[in-house]
């Protein structure tokens, strides 16, 4: 792709330059593994409802991070000052020839890992790539306000993710894509850059109740509704007493 001009630092990004930069941020994200890239506003506001009635609930458990942050979570420029836009990639992590979960879990001389968990540490492999991500960024337009995110700070990732058309939120509360499932990884970009924003997918759940009907644990107590105490993947990682 040829270069952008050099961006005088002094001058305000102009709308064609910001839709111009937004498809490069495309191609570099799938050029460093990215299956897709979005622009996502900071307007959570629907967001930080929903999460303050479930945590009214005490779904969270031991989860007391979830609330220790106030509205930082839910206001992305009161967490990193300046930020007006949020870029949000997905990378999935579904491995190729893996065994059938299920096929694994009725043998029971075998112990079945959670797929998410095979390989590198998904957090330096994330937040080596936006980085990189950022530095691409940096090259065409000059010096930029930016920080990076994966699953590490009081951010509203799939919240983000939605927002920024890389699906939708599935019955089970993650976010679902036609092509990938939910079988990915999510990462941020918090920035100054006033880039366009990209719409919303619209939902194609329909009546399935798939995620309900199969959880083991009946943790999904209502479409859209985790209770996470009772969910197999807390207890496992984020619950700190006996089961």
């Known amino acids: 792709m040829p270069p952008m001009r050099p ?6 990004l102009t709308e064609p330059a910001a839709g111009e930069l937004v498809g490069r941020i495309r191609h570099w994200a799938a050029e460093l593994g990215f299956q897709q890239a979005g622009i996502a506003d900071c307007d959570l506001g629907e967001a930080e409802t929903r999460l303050m009635q479930w945590l009214s609930r005490g779904w969270q458990g031991d989860m007391d991070y979830l609330s220790a942050h106030g509205t930082r979570r839910t206001r992305p ?10 870029i949000t990639v997905r990378m999935n992590y ?11 879990m009725r043998d029971g001389s075998r112990a079945y890992v959670a ?38 700070a009081p951010v ?23 092509e990938a499932g939910s079988w990915f990884f999510l990462g941020e970009i918090y920035t100054n850059l006033p880039l366009p924003v990209d719409s919303p997918q619209s939902e ?4 399935c109740s798939r995620c309900i009907d ?12 985790l209770d996470a105490r009772r969910c197999i993947s807390y207890l496992t990682i984020e619950h700190k007493g006996d089961i």
């Open 115 to 152: 797929r998410y968990a095979v390989g590198r540490d998904y957090h330096k492999v994330l937040r080596a790539r936006l980085q990189k991500l950022c530095d691409r960024i940096a090259d065409e337009t000059g010096e930029f306000s930016y920080r990076v995110f994966t699953d590490s």
């Open 94 to 104: 579904f491995p190729g020839g893996a065994a059938d979960s299920w096929d694994v």
């Open 214 to 225: 199969i959880c083991p644990t009946q943790a999904i107590v209502a479409p859209y509704q």
């Open 204 to 207: 194609h759940c329909g009546t």
């Open 77 to 86: 420029a009161e967490l990193v000052p300046g930020t007006v836009r949020v």
């Open 156 to 178: 509203m990732e799939v919240e983000l993710a939605i927002k920024s058309g890389l699906g939708w939120r599935g019955k089970h509360t993650l976010v679902l894509n036609r």
């Open 7 to 12: 961006r005088n630092l002094n001058e305000p």
